[in-house]
Nanobody, 125 residues
Framework: QVELVESGGGSVQAGGSLRLSCAAS?????MGWFRQAPGKEREGVGV?????????AKSVEGRFTLSFSKDNAKNALYLEMNNLKPEDTAIYYC????????????????????WGQGTQVTVSS
C-alpha cells in the first residue's frame, strides 16, 4: 500500500514557475507525474526511477524536472515546472508502483497501482 499526497499547485502567469511535491508513505522503483486537462485524456508528464534517471513527455522536456528528495528521511517526489504555458493547465497526479518495465511504456500505459488525489495547476496568458 502506498499513500500519495500532492501539493504545490496554484495559479501562475505564463512564463512562471511552480514546484509540485508528492509526499509518499514509501517510494517505489518507478514513480511518475501525470496530468489531465478538462475534456482531455490523462497524459504522462514524466517518469523517474529511484536511480534518478528520468523520462519526460516531449511537450515538457527542458522545462520540467523530476527529482526525489535529497533528505532520505523524506519520501518525496518533486516536479519542478519552469516557463509554464497555458497548455500546462491541468490537474497533476503523482503515481507509484508501475507494472510496466520501461519508462516509455509507463508514460503511455499509466499502469501505476497508486495515485494521489491531484493538485490543480492553472497557467494564464
Amino acid at each position: 500500500q502506498v499513500e500519495l499526497v500532492e501539493s504545490g499547485g496554484g495559479s501562475v502567469q505564463a512564463g512562471g514557475s511552480l514546484r509540485l511535491s508528492c509526499a509518499a508513505s514509501r517510494l517505489s522503483f518507478m514513480m511518475g507525474w501525470f496530468r489531465q486537462a478538462p475534456g482531455k485524456e490523462r497524459e504522462g508528464v514524466g517518469v523517474v526511477y529511484t536511480s534518478g534517471d528520468a523520462y519526460y513527455a516531449k511537450s515538457v522536456e527542458g522545462r520540467f524536472t523530476l527529482s526525489f528528495s535529497k533528505d532520505n528521511a523524506k519520501n518525496a517526489l518533486y516536479l519542478e515546472m519552469n516557463n509554464l504555458k497555458p497548455e500546462d493547465t491541468a490537474i497533476y497526479y503523482c503515481a507509484a508502483d508501475c507494472s510496466s518495465f520501461t519508462a516509455a511504456e509507463a508514460m503511455v500505459a499509466g499502469d501505476f497501482g497508486y495515485w494521489g488525489q491531484g493538485t490543480q495547476v492553472t497557467v494564464s496568458s
